[in-house]
């Protein structure tokens, strides 16, 4: 197993980090928030999962080793695989997961896309005794990336892949109405679904 990659990082994509290890380049599939960290030609360090099916070896790359473990625990849940678990993490730090899971918040839980009532409850009940408890133990952890944060989150995320704050800025301001539509109907700004969104803002004004 790779327990992770470090270098300088060659490139960057929405939803993919390319370390130098050694001369090789290795893709390692990531979260916007941890995307939003990285800078091409800097060093970077991520902790990684690698997985591996018939047909693909997939790693996966984290912003320290809670993330990673987290990742893992996750799928010993039944109907969840690494693209749900690293979904999860991109909408709710490894602590707002188990503060959800420890308090039995639903809402929480079907504010990830892919995640209904139902998943969210049978969630609730498998997980309970694998995550553990919460470290910060404040409730306002929940949903910390994807409420009043989620500009924060997906300004530093377009300024990680290389564009100006003013492109950025111009970017953000363009899904707004997307994000405050989720808030007005009760759900929350999805930031992978916005980074994708701005991305292509920024792609028809180039």
Same mark, same amino acid.
């Given at each position: #197993?790779? +327990? ?21 380049? #290795? +893709? ?59 979904? #999860? ?10 503060? +959800? ?106």
């Amino acid at each position: #197993m790779i +327990a992770f990659v470090s270098g300088p990082v060659a490139a960057l994509a929405p939803d993919t980090a390319v370390v130098e290890v050694g001369g090789v380049g #290795m +893709a390692v599939q990531c979260t916007p928030n941890t995307l939003s960290a990285l800078r091409v030609g800097q060093q970077a360090r991520l902790a990684t999962s690698l997985v591996v099916r018939e047909d693909s070896l997939t790693l996966y790359g984290f912003a320290d080793d809670d993330e990673r473990q987290t990742f893992e625990l996750l799928q010993t849940a039944s109907g969840v695989g690494p693209r749900l678990a690293q979904a #999860m993490l991109a909408v709710h730090s490894p602590d707002a997961l188990r503060l +959800a899971v420890a308090t039995g918040d639903e809402k929480a839980l079907t504010a990830v896309p892919g995640i209904g009532k139902k998943g969210a409850q049978k969630l609730l009940l498998e997980l309970k005794d694998r995550l553990g408890e919460p470290v910060g133990g404040s409730r306002a952890g929940v949903g910390s990336a994807v409420t009043a944060g989620w500009r924060d989150q997906l300004q530093a995320a377009l300024i990680g892949l290389g564009y100006a704050t003013r492109e950025a800025d111009e970017a953000v301001a363009a899904v707004t109405p997307q994000a405050e539509a989720a808030l007005a109907a009760g759900g929350a700004p999805q930031v992978p679904q916005l980074l994708k969104a701005a991305l292509q803002t920024l792609n028809r004004a180039r």
